[in-house]
């Protein structure tokens, strides 16, 4: 299986930048078959929502409201997934989750712990 750490969430004053990353471990026989890796993020209240993916060919998926602002970005070498954001929002406050889907040997979905965006004035 793989494990997901992620690390770069905080408190940022409106108008800055963080950048998310997520280190997938754990099965070479999962890592190395890593297909889409991504960014979502649930507000209190809210449903998850899909932020940001890439898949395998370098291609990206943004939601409207953070295309244009946000970076999502992979280092295969290092099996990571990053994201970096740009002019924060107050309404990006939210629980950022990593996500990275495997389909080898088996397919399966994994999700990070989640990481604390606050945004403040």
């Known amino acids: 299986q793989v494990q997901l750490v992620e690390s770069g969430g905080g408190l940022v004053q409106a108008g800055g930048s963080l950048r998310l990353s997520c280190a997938a471990s754990?099965?070479?026989?999962?890592?190395?078959?890593?297909?889409?890796m991504g960014w979502y993020r649930q507000a209190p209240g809210k449903q998850r929502e899909l932020v940001a993916r890439?898949?395998?060919?370098?291609?990206?998926i943004y939601a409207d409201s953070v295309n244009g602002r946000f970076t999502i970005s992979r280092d295969n070498a290092k099996n990571t997934v990053y994201l970096q954001i740009n002019s924060l929002k107050f309404e990006d406050t939210a629980v950022y989750y990593c996500?990275?889907?495997?389909?080898?040997?088996?397919?399966?979905?994994?999700w990070g712990q989640g990481t604390q965006v606050t945004v403040s004035s």
């Open positions: 890439i898949d395998s060919g370098g291609r990206t």
């Open positions: 996500n990275v889907l495997v389909t080898h040997p088996r397919v399966a979905d994994y």
């Open positions: 754990g099965s070479i026989f999962s890592i190395i078959n890593i297909n889409t």
